[in-house]
């Protein structure tokens, strides 16, 4: 059975000469043509991403006002190691007042200190 890859003829593996009138190399062609105007069939896949969004909300104790961080990124090794813990040294101030804070964890909650 002859095959048509890459624009040339192959028969058992082996290429063979383009051959002026070959109703088999034709036929080939012709259905090559046929499959590019209608089309090939694409199969479509998607592959399960796991993602986290980590949340921060707090009260400025100087100025009183309520500051929002959030973060999305994707879960891999460099979350596991820093945790939430390299999230929320990220940016320890009030977004309003400026007030610069400290990361500490007291009675196991995690606290921003002055």
Request: with cysteine; hydrophobic share 30%; proline share 3%.
């Given at each position: ?18 051959e002026?009138?070959?109703?088999e ?10 499959t ?6 694409v ?7 796991r ?15 309520h ?5 999305d ?15 929320l ?5 009030c977004?309003?007042c400026?007030?610069?804070f ?6 196991g ?6």
């Open positions: 059975m002859m095959t048509l890859i890459n624009g040339r003829f192959y028969v058992n593996g082996m290429e063979v000469p383009v002026i009138g070959n109703k190399q034709i036929a080939l062609l012709k259905e090559r043509q046929k590019m105007v209608e089309g090939v069939d199969n479509v896949s998607v592959d399960e991403v993602t986290y969004t980590i949340r921060l909300t707090f009260h400025c104790p100087s100025c009183g006002r500051n929002l961080y959030e973060d990124g994707y879960e891999d090794e460099e979350f596991a190691e820093d945790g939430v813990e390299g999230f040294n990220l940016d320890p101030e977004r309003y400026k007030q610069q400290n990361l500490g964890i007291r009675d909650k995690y606290k921003y200190m002055l």
